[in-house]
């Protein structure tokens, strides 16, 4: 059987966030995959405008470091898009519904926990995974 190459690879893009800085998203960086440590202070990455975004937008934030890293990493909706922008589900032993601007993952998450979010058009779906219900939120 032949290697098909790098054509049909699921190959994404990865890049980090800095600590504790709020970096507001692009466009262009549908499809990426951010790492951020949450070691100290807030790291924050703000989506596009949906407007701008479009259906079909995704990202995901992924937590690196080892927990009690005294940070929190978060992924907050465009002023653009005002409250309640984002909807979805926080899966963890007890998975809850989710609704709000701003989604969290608080100090103390375990590595590994993320938030993946998708634009319908009209609203961010959000998917938090993380270990507790308490290491995460949308507000």
């Not at 098909?4 to 994404?12: E, I, N």
């Not at 990865?14 to 100290?40: D, W």
Request: hydrophobic share 40%; proline share 2%; net charge negative.
């Amino acid at each position: 059987m032949s290697k098909l190459g790098r054509y049909s690879a699921d190959r994404k893009k990865v890049a980090t966030l800095t600590n504790a800085v709020t970096t507001t998203g692009t466009v262009s960086q549908c499809g990426t995959v951010f790492i951020a440590t949450g070691a100290s202070g807030t790291t924050v990455y703000v989506l596009p405008a949906i407007a701008a975004a479009g259906k079909g937008w995704w990202c995901k934030v992924f937590k690196s470091a080892a927990a009690g890293g005294g940070g929190t990493i978060g992924v907050n909706g465009h002023a653009d898009d005002g409250a309640n922008c984002m909807v979805g589900m926080e899966s963890s032993i007890t998975p809850v519904a989710l609704a709000g601007d701003d989604a969290l993952l608080a100090d103390g998450t375990d590595p590994g926990a993320s938030i993946e979010v998708i634009c319908d058009g009209s609203q961010w779906l959000i998917h938090i995974v993380a270990s507790t219900a308490a290491d995460a939120s949308v507000g």
